[in-house]
Each structure stands twice: as C-alpha cells, then as structure tokens.
C-alpha cells in the first residue's frame, strides 16, 4: 500500500533575508535550522532539544525497502512492526523515531529519487524534523547476495573489487568510487557501506569478492583511493559518506568459514599476522573514512576479549578509537541483537561470545565497547530503557547523537535532502558512465594461459569472424564478433564462461548467497569442460569470486583468462583484441586443495608451489 506523507516543510526568510527550512514548524529560524552557523552550533542546539525518544531513534540503523513506483512501503494494519523488511515505513520514522536506513531493493533511478523525496517529507513531519540519511550497499557490480550488495538496473557497472585491484591503477578507482557517487547523490543516497578493506587472506572466504585482493599493500591504496573519490578531500554536501569495513580485518576466518553463520565466529592468526590486516584501514584513516564497521567475528588467540568486534572494547575503544584516534561514526555489522528469520529459516543475532546475555545487555555491551549506532537493528526502546534504569548514561548517549547528527549537518540534510528525479534519469547510467565501466571490466580481465599444448604461435587475439561454439555466452553478443556454431566440431574456437566452484550442496536458503567451501571442480564439472577442450582449442573464462583449484582446465585449455565481472561484451572485445587486457592475479591460484588447508588463515598467498602465483598476468600476443 502507498503512503502519501504530508508537504514538504515551508522553507521562511529569516529578518535578514536568509533563507531557512522550517523543520520544526514554528515560523523561527532556530540556530539547529540556521545555515549560517557553524556546525558544531547547530549540533549543540538540536541536541539540546532532543528528547531520551529522539535521541535512541538516531541510534538505530536498519533495513528498509521501497516500492518500484517509488511509493514508500506501508503494510496493511496489523502488519508485525518488529521487522524492518516487513515494518511500516512511517512507523519506523515518525513511530521509532529512527533517521537512518539502508536501502534493501531497487527500483529505476527516478523512482528511487522520487522514494526519497516521499521519505524525507515524511521525516519532516516529525517533532523537529531530523532528515533521513539513506545509505546502500554496493550497487554498481554483478553479484546480487542480501548481505553484501546488489546489482540496479540502471546504474553503471563495473567489475567487482578484486577487478579493480587486478588493474591496480589508483585513478581508476577514485575515477569508479567518484562515479558510484554522482549516481548515489543523484537517487538520494548519501552513505556507502563500503569500501571493503578486508584482506583476501584466506582464499576459501566467501567474501572476498568484495576485496581488493591479498596484498595489504595494494588494498591500502584501492581503498585510499575509494574513500576519497566517494568523499572528497574532505566531507561536504557533494560527498557520500564511505563506511569502510569491517574492522580490524575480517579476512582471516576459520576455515574459511563466515561469521554471518555460528559455524564462522571465530576470527584466528596462526600466523601472528592481526596487524598486517589493519594496515588497508589506516590508509582509509588518513583518507578521512567517516565511517566505520566492524565485523560480526570474535578473534581468538589474540590479546583481545573472545567477543564479537561489535562488543569487543579492546578493538573499538582501544585500538580505533585510542591507537589511532578515530572520531568518526562507528556503526555495527547488521543484526547482532535480535534473533529473527530469513528466507522462513531461523537466523539467530550474531552475538558472538555474548549469546547467553539477553537483549538489553548486548545493547549495553555494545555502547559500552564504543560503538555508535546499531546496525540493522529497530529497537529504540532497548537504548530508552537502559537509561531510564540508570545502566546507560545520558552523557553516553549524547556522544553518538552528536557524532550522528554532525554527519547529517556536514552533508547538508539538514538544509537539503532532496532529489531531483529528472536528474538522477539523466546522471544514472549515463553513457559515459556505462562506456567508462565497460572499459574498467575488459581492462580487469587476466589472461593466464595463451598457447595450446605444442603450438608455435599464441591463440589470442581471435579473428574476426571465425566460427566459435559458445557455453554461457549470450549467442547475439557473440554473433557482433564471430560466426556461432551449434557444436564444438563445427567450431574453429570454443569460448566457455564458468564460475570458480563452491560447496553447492551445503548451501541453502541465505547461506546459498554465500559461496563456501571447496575450491575444486568435482568430476563431474570438470566433465563438460574438458570435453569441449579435447575437441576443439577452447578458450575458458573463469569468473573467481574466490580463487579457484584449476590445474586440469589450465592443462587442457587452449586459452585461459580470468575475471572478477565483466559482461560477454567486456571479455570478447578482449578476447578479438579489441579491448587490452591489463588484469594481474589479485590473489593465487592455489595448486591443490592440500595447499589451501595447510595455509593460515591471516597470511596472504602461503599455499606450496602456486599453479599462478599472486600478480601473475600475461599481455594478449
């Protein structure tokens, strides 16, 4: 059902002629609405006014979803209001008082300003009108999984981090982070839950496809790079604020294994490598990171309490916020107090170490380790309670207000949140935007094999106009390029597109978006794709989301050549040279399962004789 929210607030003249949104309604430009005055006033004021309600709203920032016509999602009555992918919208604005909110969904850019713009004038019908600040995981690459990020129509796409660090070129990504910008302001969102600084230690991960590689040195200039082109030099009503995560490293996992999930709590450095992972994140420090998350994992076998990083205070109070004197906005991983469920399946909060403590007390744990909002969470009464039974204290909670509300001034909500549908249809997606990312995607592709078994000359570039079999490419892509055949025996060349292996039969309902497990074909997927490659000289791509175990597809393949996101168009403007392919391995390929277990976790590339070792990448010819 539509919600349509009451009129925008009247925007006054104050005596001097200054113009001023009159968010609380009462005909007085109040300094908290005065644009004239420095921020820190304007803080001071609103806080002042606030009440303990208003105050725990500002604490809370969860999911929320969108409608495609753009209308604001209202439930019918009776609707449960405890879930925020189900919740009333206005409920959870002018009902929680909450002013913070993730985008979960799309519709087309227009829609998606036109839905800000409805939010918004419903955040202003509020006591003193706080404006919303919507913010969105990455929305500009192939994958879509709830939890990490999601492919819009309508934006420009680009290849995926470890792409990005395959090309290793600076100016590309603050060129991509400063074009993820434009489309994100154009559409109203002004927060970015990334950069990920995450190293790509532990190759079974099943998040390092939002990385920028192994190499600590490499993702420190990527995520650099990435802050600044999203922010700026420094934080202002053109940025997007960059929430880089997750804190202080979440690559090292046990086993490869993901702290979304009980099995994957635990965060281990059998190499005593726990700082090597923090050196991305200082470079986002020194580029002025507004904001940071922490990850859902506990470490264990350090000198840090055996609890989650959302609860740890060694990590948030003394290592981000003491060590290296970080002043921004901490905000949690989503969903570490409230039990709920997913897909119909149970999915317990993520209260690592602390699962026997109820959910006032991991509130509690969490303000007390430092942190400053509670991400996907809805529960502002929790945070009311705890201070009015005298557990936390109002100084306490006036810290993260002031934090919280300083972002939004400094951004500009305060005197403009708004959107402009006919711009954002014309900025999202634009074909500059589009021409720039597709040649960021042909440039990412990685060759690692480029001469058949015995043969004197290389295989790439293809020739115009050859025929080609084709499996997993659209057959009108390559059709622009070559003469498709049905059958590998009509063919000159095959070109296969497959993905890096995973343990499919483990995965299901929300775990099924996280690729987990073995890095190595079973037999029978390895069947298909030899014995296209016995019967004609096949080009293979592989899309590594993780690092494959490939020695019998390297060993057969005529050509093979690797990517982290690129279209059918990207990979053959390659592959018929029109495009060169500049990709080096953001990670090794390791050469054996047996490797990959006996590596640790917290070192980068440690697996015995690589089959392609980081870095690795041949030049087409």
């Known amino acids: ?52 309600e208003e105050k725990a709203g500002l604490l809370f920032h969860t999911m929320i979803t969108i409608n495609p016509d753009g209308s604001l999602v209202e439930p019918e009555p009776g609707a449960p209001d405890d879930d925020p992918m189900r919740a009333s919208t206005s409920a959870m604005v002018t009902g929680k008082l909450m002013s913070h909110f993730n985008l979960f969904g799309a519709a087309a850019p227009r829609r998606m300003a036109e839905w800000n713009n409805r939010l918004q004038d419903l955040a202003a019908t509020t006591r003193l009108g706080i404006p919303v600040t919507v913010s969105t995981d990455p929305r500009n690459g192939f994958v879509d999984n709830p939890a990490a990020g999601a492919q819009t129509d309508g934006f420009s796409l680009w290849p995926e981090p470890p792409g990005l660090a395959a090309v290793g070129d600076e100016e590309l990504v603050r060129g991509h982070a ?45 995520v650099a790079a990435y802050v600044r082109g999203l922010q700026g030099e420094e934080l202002g009503a053109g940025s997007v604020s960059a929430m880089t995560k997750h804190f202080p490293g979440a690559g090292p996992q046990l086993n490869g294994e993901d702290a979304h999930f009980p099995y994957g709590r635990e965060q281990v450095y059998p190499g005593d490598n726990f700082d090597y992972h923090l050196i991305p994140f200082e470079a986002a420090f020194a580029a002025g990171t507004s904001q940071v998350m922490p990850y859902y994992a506990m470490p264990v076998g350090t000198p840090y309490e055996e609890v989650g990083f959302g609860f740890n205070k060694g990590v948030i109070t003394g290592l981000l916020r003491e060590k290296y004197g970080f002043d921004g906005i901490i905000c949690t991983d989503w969903g570490l107090v409230t039990d709920t469920q997913i897909f119909g399946s149970p999915f317990p909060a993520r209260a690592w170490g602390v699962e026997e403590l109820d959910r006032p007390t991991r509130v509690e744990r969490i303000l007390d380790a430092g942190a400053d909002q509670l991400g996907g969470e809805a529960a502002p009464e929790l945070v009311v309670e705890l201070v009015r039974t005298g557990r936390v204290t109002t100084e306490r909670i006036d810290r993260s207000v002031a934090r919280l509300l300083r972002e939004k001034f400094v951004l500009g909500l305060f005197d403009d949140p708004y959107a402009d549908p006919d711009r954002a249809a014309r900025i999202c997606g634009n074909p500059e935007f589009t021409a720039a990312g597709l040649a960021a995607q042909s440039r990412s592709v990685t060759v690692l094999k480029d001469r058949p078994a015995g043969a004197a000359e290389p295989l790439l570039p293809l020739d115009a106009g050859i025929r080609i079999y084709t499996e997993g490419v659209d057959p009108a892509v390559a059709a622009r390029y070559a003469t498709v055949v049905e059958t590998p025996e009509e063919a000159d060349v095959a070109v296969l597109r497959i993905s890096a292996p995973y343990d499919k039969e483990r995965t299901t309902g929300f775990e099924s978006f996280f690729r987990a497990g073995r890095l190595d074909f079973t037999e029978d997927e390895l069947r298909p794709v030899l014995d296209v490659a016995s019967a004609v000289p096949a080009v293979v791509d592989i899309f590594l989301d993780r690092a494959a175990v490939i020695p019998e597809i390297a060993d057969r393949a005529a050509a093979l050549v690797a990517d982290f996101g690129a279209s059918d168009t990207a990979l053959l403007d390659v592959l018929f040279g029109r495009a060169a392919a500049e990709g080096r391995l953001p990670f090794e390929l390791p050469r054996s399962m047996d490797s990959v277990v006996a590596g640790h976790e917290d070192v980068p590339d440690d697996s015995t004789d690589p089959l392609f070792p980081y870095g690795f990448g041949l030049r087409l010819g």
């Open 1 to 52: 059902m539509a919600h349509t929210p009451a009129a925008r607030p009247r925007v006054l003249a104050a005596p001097d002629g200054t113009p001023f949104r009159d968010l609380n309604g009462n005909g007085v430009m109040e300094p908290y609405e005065d644009p004239r005055l420095p921020v820190a006033e304007r803080v001071a004021d609103l806080l002042a006014r606030m009440t303990l």
């Open 178 to 222: 400063d074009i993820v910008r434009q489309e994100y302001l154009a559409v109203g969102i002004r927060l970015a839950l990334h950069p990920t600084a995450d190293l790509a230690t532990e190759p079974r991960w099943p998040r390092v496809l939002g990385t920028f590689g192994s190499d600590a040195a490499v993702a420190a200039r990527m």
